[in-house]
């Protein structure tokens, strides 16, 4: 095929993709604003948080701090600890002491075909006693109101299942090129999650992901998502296709996170799991890969190589200006998706506002982490048959 042919097949792709971003993101300009803390509670309901930690006693202070603070209508949080050897569990059983809401509880060992956390989370279900459950990560620091929040948030939206986006704190400057990128990938596969969306479009973040228990444990609890490295979205998606209201929505208010230490620590942690390969089905993988890498991976190259050839005198064929025009329009496309990023970050700057140079890298951790399941996670090593077996429901 002659360059000219090449150039017209590469502008018909992308104009597809770029059209499949759009039709995704478009509903974004109507999306719910962020939810506020709600420091006065409500009493008429209950919900058991549940925390599973496994040699938090780094990160896990201020989560304790940020749970003792919580008012009405929190009846009780059980942090399930799978035999730390760090000092988390003195850490939880001081905390207990002044608040007799906190519960240290220890999972019994991790059965064949289970990841760590989803067990400890099954196990805290097994002893939650709320009409509501709340799933809370170890690295969160909940703002007080939050659990009253969530639970108004659910009732007002009229959802039985709904997780929330955080507020990225106190990241690196190597962290705030690169995660940003990483985050878009999601953004660009599942566009504009809000209120329920399509089963197979739903998003969730386990970091602060709420559920009626009621529901939780009509459809299996956490077992759907046992061997899933995206256990958050998988499960939600389970409960999505058997009938559930499931939603995501802006948590930026309440509550903050530091999930990784570095750029290396989120390429490596976090990138063994966005692909999201336990949650979607390989044909529909591997449509978001395709427009993901059109529309978000290969603009700046483009543009970078179009720009070149025309400085050295190189004869571009007639599809290079068409090329030039869409790329151009995706990068403006990306720097506005960057703009309503913004309030989910505590800091920026240059390294920040210049993450759309990180997209290439982005898309290549999105391909790396598609091809390559991961077989350690949070210390433990899994075996590679079990990550593959994870359940996909449709």
């Known amino acids: 095929m002659s360059a000219a042919g090449w150039a017209a097949l590469l502008l018909a792709a992308q104009g597809a993709a770029a059209a499949r971003v759009a039709w995704r993101l478009l509903p974004g300009r109507t999306r719910a604003a962020p939810v506020e803390p709600r420091p ?22 201020p989560c304790l701090d940020g749970l003792r603070a919580q008012g009405a209508p929190m009846l009780e949080a059980l942090v399930v600890d799978s035999r730390s050897t760090d000092g988390t569990r003195a850490l939880v059983e001081a905390a207990a002491a002044t608040d007799p809401r906190l519960r240290l509880l220890t999972d019994a060992p991790l059965p064949d075909g289970w990841v760590g956390k989803v067990w400890a989370l099954e196990t805290g279900l097994r002893h939650a006693r709320g009409e509501w459950v709340l799933g809370i990560d170890a690295d969160t620091q909940p703002e007080p109101g939050l659990v009253c929040a969530v639970v108004g948030a659910a009732r007002r939206h009229r959802l039985d299942v709904v997780s929330f986006a955080p507020r990225f704190a106190d990241q690196s400057a190597g962290e705030r090129w690169l995660q940003p990128a990483m985050l878009a990938t999601l953004l660009y596969r599942v566009g504009a999650v809000g209120t329920e969306p399509a089963p197979e479009r739903v998003m969730a973040n386990g ?3 709420l559920a009626r228990r009621e529901i939780l444990e009509r459809h299996g609890g956490y077992a759907p998502a046992r061997a899933s490295f995206c256990d958050d979205v998988s499960l939600a998606r389970h409960l999505a296709r058997r009938g559930a209201r499931v939603g995501f929505l802006d948590g930026s208010r309440l509550y903050r996170v530091r999930s990784y230490r570095s750029a290396a620590e989120a390429w490596r942690e976090w990138g063994r799991s966005f692909d999201l390969t336990d949650a979607a089905t390989p044909a529909r993988q591997a449509l978001d890969l395709a427009t993901v890498t059109l529309a978000q991976g290969l603009p700046l190259p483009v543009l970078l190589l179009l720009g070149v050839a025309a400085g050295l005198g190189v004869a571009l064929p007639p599809a290079a200006v068409g090329l030039a025009a869409l790329n151009a329009g995706l990068v403006v496309v ?19 506002w210049g993450s759309v140079t990180a997209d290439p890298v982005a898309v290549v951790r999105l391909w790396l982490s598609t091809l390559r399941r991961p077989t350690a996670w949070r210390g433990r090593r899994y075996e590679v048959a079990t990550a593959r077996s994870a359940p996909h429901v449709s």
């Open 40 to 61: 006065l509670g409500r009493r008429d309901t209950t919900v058991s948080v549940i925390v599973a930690t496994l040699n938090e006693a780094a990160r896990i202070g």
């Open 207 to 209: 970091q602060c992901f």
């Open 334 to 352: 990306r720097l506005l998706l960057q703009v309503a990023m913004r309030g989910s970050y505590d800091r920026r700057g240059l390294p920040w």
